[in-house]
């Protein structure tokens, strides 16, 4: 066990809908970063945020979002879903120094979602 | 734009026999992560190799790192089954930018799988 957890772990909706996955980040880590993984794309970072600041930004489409709270509980939001859409998402965390490298990513369990 | 390469993509070998995993990537980068993967579960960090010549050990794991050569090898020795997983070499980037962020690029993956 990572100490990242995310829920939920499996979404099933259709296309067109919006969804939202939560994570939260080990006891003491401020960097949380998504990644997507998929067959055809492998394994794709998507977003990093550091004490509630976007840091780094990857391959996110513009129907993506994302957003770290206060109490470092990090969302990323899906809309308008596509049937490619459908992989498994992953939330990781991270010491993070501020404007240089972190430690090892740790990685949550992950969400399975599927479009139909 | 950072490329990550693993190979081979698909190993199947007998117990008891050694055999290495490469991983060769395209830009300058000083830190790369090892990783582990069992079916439908999160990645499991293995090994964090922090500078050019190191090289660390875990049971019948063992990887080093070339930052020369861009080259980072991931050895089994006498593989048992409980080996059998995918396994994932990543390369840590830092975005140059003054809010810097960083990101772990993925390679392809290699499944192994070990053979009583």
């Known amino acids: 066990d990572s100490g990242v957890t995310q829920t939920p772990k499996h979404l099933i909706t259709a296309t067109g809908q919006r969804v939202t996955l939560r994570c939260s980040p080990r006891?003491?880590?401020?960097?949380v970063y998504w990644y997507q993984q998929s067959l055809d794309q492998g394994l794709q970072f998507l977003i990093q945020?550091?004490?509630?600041?976007?840091?780094a930004k990857g391959n996110i489409l513009e129907r993506f979002s994302a957003q770290q709270f206060p109490d470092l509980h990090s969302e990323l939001n899906l809309s308008s879903l596509e049937l490619g859409d459908s992989a498994l998402y992953f939330c990781?965390?991270?010491?993070?120094?501020?404007?240089?490298?972190?430690?090892?990513?740790?990685f949550g369990p992950g969400t399975r979602l599927t479009v139909l | 734009e950072l490329k990550v390469e693993q190979n081979p993509l698909f190993l199947s070998m007998q117990e008891g026999k050694n055999y290495t995993i490469y991983c060769n990537y395209s830009t300058t980068s000083d830190r790369l992560y090892w990783y582990r993967q069992d079916p439908g579960k999160s990645l499991e960090s293995l090994f964090v190799l922090l500078s050019n010549g190191a090289v660390k050990q875990e049971g019948r794991l063992m990887a080093s790192l070339d930052t020369k050569a861009r080259l980072s090898t991931l050895h089994i020795t006498a593989a048992v089954h409980d080996l059998s997983a995918t396994y994932f070499c990543?390369?840590?980037?830092?975005?140059?930018?003054?809010?810097?962020?960083?990101?772990?690029?993925f390679g392809g993956g290699t499944r192994l799988m070990v053979k009583p």
């Open positions: 945020y550091y004490n509630g600041e976007e840091r």
């Open positions: 990781a965390s991270g010491p993070g120094l501020a404007g240089g490298y972190t430690d090892t990513q740790y």
């Open positions: 006891s003491g880590d401020l960097s």
């Open positions: 990543a390369v840590d980037t830092r975005f140059p930018n003054n809010n810097a962020g960083n990101m772990l690029t």
